[in-house]
């Protein structure tokens, strides 16, 4: 038997027993990670990015993860999120066994349960705050007039009710964050993926964007997992986890 | 299936003004082309076709391909007027022999020269050619050098205008005294004259080259055929429809200017499709992480392929449209070639239908789908992480890394 078959073979075993060692969060786990491993390939050489990894992300938590880089922070992110399967263990998120699935499942399965927010905003330039907010409705089966003003209904809740014609060049960054958060939210998703959402900004944006997701986390109960080099970024999460080497400590 | 707004491909093509507009033009080069040859085509369909009559036979010696190499005895012009299904006027039966001869004269405007038909007609010429009026100037009086010159070829040539002359025999000139319009069809090229002086001033005695006979109806064309397979020296001639005739005269030169114009149009669609090609692989290269948050989103890859395309066919349209608008300004511009069936120039007009801008565009189109198929397929496949880090460089044939390979350094071995 391969090393790797004896991993996967450990991991299976491990996701029907878990360790005892394992915390039992308060509310039921919305993300949940059992033996989890990612392998990339660099040529022929395997790297090993993450390794047994083992997470429960109770429903409404605000997490920060940090880690230096390499860590695999956003390899982690990713997995959550439904952007990458992992070469072994088992994840489970919102309800939904997301390790075999396919890309089709995954995109519908993204659009309406994850929201992301990136370190680049990640906006579409051509399309005004309004329209780039609206783009994950167009996904689901609401006429355009619903859309439209769901879009502006998240658009007033990040403050930008009177920036919705703007285009993003016509925005501050913090702005244009402010507009990528109002677009994970408008679809109404159970979890918020951020990935380094401070890192392209002032310390007074960084500051407002945090407290927006604070907002969101307290007021509207979104389960928030957020991967941040930012320390201060990080105190203002409610559970602060570190990612070295592929294993969480 | 959800669809990316249309705005965002119209969009993103406005953001790189230059490189779409230089691609728009590039098609609108080829639908140019492609326009202009299917007018071109109309037009030699609309010059030749439109001449004749559907109650009018030709009769010609048999294995001519056309009057000018055609010979009929005159004597037998009395017997093939006389046969059944020949429709009668007020002097007889409607026939008229005519002989046709093509002569090579000096162009106006240029040092070259040019084939132009001659033809020879009876005094009563105006009567049996109904489809035939004097435009300006008079007519031509029997037995005189006085001829009329088409409207298409008055002015093209040397001397063929009112009140000039020309001489093709010294000291025999011809002056001519009109000008004639026939229906816009190739007979508006040639100079009508009388048919005995011609016959006379090019040697041609008692030889015609054509009997033109008006049927009773356009279904007597039978009855007047089955005459010249029971008279054994009528066998040596052949009847076609008027109409028929013209039509196959003008297939000939059509076919060839079209194969000519399409092989020139598909050549540089080539062109065109590359240029797509590189401009929509440029959009894919700088759009990376736009398409790798798109499908963070939950947008098919299908969505993503279906975006670009639109892209792509939305630039090709704009060319396309640019094409047949600056198609459009060859309506004004009149055309001269060598028909081979007469060889004799003839002219033509670029004529516009609507059947020319529908194939145009979706020639534009067609480009535009081939030339944004490949990128749109390459945008599909991006894995959102890669195309989100900006590093999804995919194996295969990319022009980017075939424009590096141009451009790397050359390798001396010295």
């Given amino acids: ?249 | 299936m959800a669809m990316i707004p249309l705005s965002y491909s119209l969009r993103s093509l406005m953001v790189r003004k230059a490189t779409t507009f230089a691609t728009a033009f590039g098609i609108a080069l080829v639908v140019f082309v492609f326009a202009s040859v299917m007018m071109l085509g109309n037009g030699i369909k609309e010059t030749l076709g439109a001449s004749g009559r559907e109650d009018t036979a030709i009769v010609m010696s048999k294995g001519a391909q056309a009057e000018l190499g055609s010979t009929i005895l005159q004597n037998q012009v009395g017997k093939i007027a006389q046969m059944g299904g020949v429709a009668q006027g007020e002097n007889g039966p409607l026939a008229q022999a005519e002989m046709v001869v093509v002569i090579t004269h000096p162009k106006v405007g240029t040092s070259g020269v040019a084939n132009v038909t001659m033809r020879g007609m009876p005094d009563n010429w105006l009567k049996f050619r109904s489809e035939a009026r004097i435009v300006a100037g008079r007519e031509p009086k029997p037995g005189t050098r006085e001829v009329v010159v088409g409207r298409a070829a008055r002015g093209r040539f040397q001397g063929f205008d009112i009140g000039k002359s020309f001489a093709m025999v010294e000291n025999q000139p011809f002056d001519v005294v009109g000008v004639f319009a026939a229906g816009g069809g190739s007979l508006e090229s040639e100079v009508w004259g009388d048919l005995e002086v011609m016959r006379t001033m090019f040697d041609r005695p008692g030889l015609v080259s054509s009997v033109h006979v008006r049927l009773m109806t356009p279904g007597s064309l039978q009855a007047f055929k089955d005459g010249f397979k029971n008279d054994p020296q009528l066998r040596e001639y052949e009847v076609e429809r008027e109409t028929k005739y013209y039509e196959k005269q003008a297939n000939g030169l059509g076919q060839f200017i079209s194969f000519l114009g399409y092989a020139i149009a598909v050549f540089f669609a080539v062109g065109a499709m590359i240029g797509a090609i590189i401009t929509m692989y440029g959009a894919v290269a700088t759009r990376q992480r736009e398409i790798g948050t798109l499908r963070a989103l939950g947008f098919s890859r299908i969505s993503i392929l279906l975006a670009f395309l639109f892209e792509s066919l939305a630039l090709s349209a704009m060319g396309g449209v640019i094409g047949v608008v600056a198609a459009m300004g060859m309506t004004t511009v009149k055309f001269s070639t060598m028909n081979f069936a007469s060889w004799s120039e003839v002219v033509f007009r670029f004529v516009a239908k609507p059947g020319t801008f529908q194939w145009s565009i979706l020639f534009a189109m067609a480009m535009g789908l081939v030339g944004g198929l490949l990128p749109a397929i390459r945008a599909a496949r991006m894995s959102p992480i890669k195309a989100m880090r900006g590093s999804s460089r995919r194996r295969g044939w990319h022009p980017g890394r075939w424009l590096r390979w141009l451009r790397r350094p050359p390798r001396c071995s010295w």
């Avoid at chain 1, 964050?177 to 310390?203: C, F, H, S």
């Avoid at chain 1, 957020?226 to 400590?249: C, F, I, N, W, Y």
């Fill in chain 1, 1 to 249: 038997m391969s090393d790797a078959q004896a991993e996967g073979k450990a991991a299976d075993e491990a996701a029907k027993n878990p360790p005892p060692y394992r915390t039992q969060p308060e509310s039921p786990a919305i993300v949940s990670l059992v033996g989890v491993g990612k392998t990339f390939f660099r040529g022929k050489e395997p790297v090993k990015v993450l390794d047994g990894l083992d997470l429960d992300v109770p429903e409404g938590s605000f997490e920060a993860l940090m880690g230096p880089s390499g860590s695999g922070k956003s390899t982690l992110l990713n997995l959550i999120a439904g952007l990458d399967r992992p070469t072994r263990g088992k994840i489970t998120v919102a309800g939904t066994d997301l390790t075999n699935a396919s890309d089709r499942t995954l995109a519908k399965w993204r659009s309406q349960n994850i929201g992301f927010i990136f370190q680049a905003y990640n906006l579409m330039p051509v399309l005004t705050a309004l329209q780039n907010v609206e783009l994950p409705l167009l996904l689901t089966s609401l006429g355009g007039a619903e859309r439209k003003k769901r879009a502006q209904t998240a658009l007033r809740v990040v403050g930008l009710e009177d920036r919705m014609h703007h285009y993003p060049r016509q925005l501050s960054g913090g702005q244009e964050q402010r507009v990528a958060i109002a677009r994970a939210i408008v679809n109404d998703p159970k979890i918020i993926v951020a990935d380094e959402p401070t890192g392209d900004l002032d310390r007074q944006s960084a500051d407002d964007i945090l407290t927006l997701l604070e907002k969101l986390n307290k007021e509207l109960k979104k389960t928030i997992f957020m991967v941040t080099h930012d320390p201060a970024a990080s105190e203002r999460a409610s559970v602060q986890r570190r990612l070295d080497k592929g294993r969480l400590k």
